[in-house]
């Protein structure tokens, strides 16, 4: 067997060493490869699965606290600002509080009873039953991401209200466009 001389010692040392660099090399491509593969596998599967669902979830859609009310509770669910304005000004519509009662006695829509979704069954029979079935009823609660309206809604619906609608985020945009509300410490506005 032929002997190979090298000039330079330092040559040598990165030739030995040169095998060892290349599966080490190999070694990560191979992993960032199967990375990218299960990733690819595991995304597509959801996707799948997504689609056979009943209850899909859509891919491309408004995802604002107001869509994923109506997504989860019917679309006819959320009435507008201007429309529960008009309904409250005309007295033709039953507002009620989803918050605490503490939150409630802080302040609340001029007129407004207080139902915490915890306190429903309690207390359903004292408050709505003085009211016929076809009464609108505009529940409410506070914050872009409260949904105790929503829930407080779906409740009235399963008790036999149907003219039930939620005002998202209620009391923020009732006090931001300064319309009578009354609380504790505070004038009736």
Same mark, same amino acid.
């Given at each position: ?34 990375? /990218?593969?299960? %990733? $690819? ?5 959801? @996707? *799948? ?5 009943? &209850? ?10 107001? /869509?994923?009310? %109506? $997504? ?5 669910? @959320? *009435? ?5 304005? &008009? ?10 509080? /989803? ?91």
């Amino acid at each position: 067997m032929p002997i190979i001389e090298f000039p330079n010692p330092e040559h040598k040392a990165q030739m030995i060493a040169l095998p060892w660099r290349r599966q080490i090399r190999r070694t990560w491509e191979t992993a960032l490869w199967q990375t /990218a593969i299960l %990733t $690819l596998m595991a995304v597509v599967l959801g @996707l *799948i699965v997504n689609q056979l669902r009943s &209850d899909s979830m859509p891919l491309l859609g408004d995802w604002s606290p107001e /869509a994923r009310i %109506t $997504l989860k509770f019917g679309k006819n669910i @959320l *009435i507008p600002f201007e429309e529960a304005k &008009d309904k409250f000004l005309t007295d033709a519509a039953v507002f009620i509080d /989803a918050r605490t009662p503490e939150l409630y006695q802080k302040g609340h829509i001029q007129g407004a009873r207080n139902m915490p979704i915890g306190d429903f069954d309690q207390l359903s029979d004292r408050v709505f039953m003085e009211f016929p079935e076809d009464t609108l009823f505009v529940t409410y609660c506070d914050g872009e991401d409260c949904t105790l309206s929503a829930a407080l809604a779906l409740k009235l619906k399963e008790i036999g209200f149907e003219n039930v609608r939620v005002l998202h985020n209620g009391w923020s945009v009732w006090k931001s466009h300064q319309l009578p509300f009354q609380g504790a410490g505070e004038q009736e506005g």
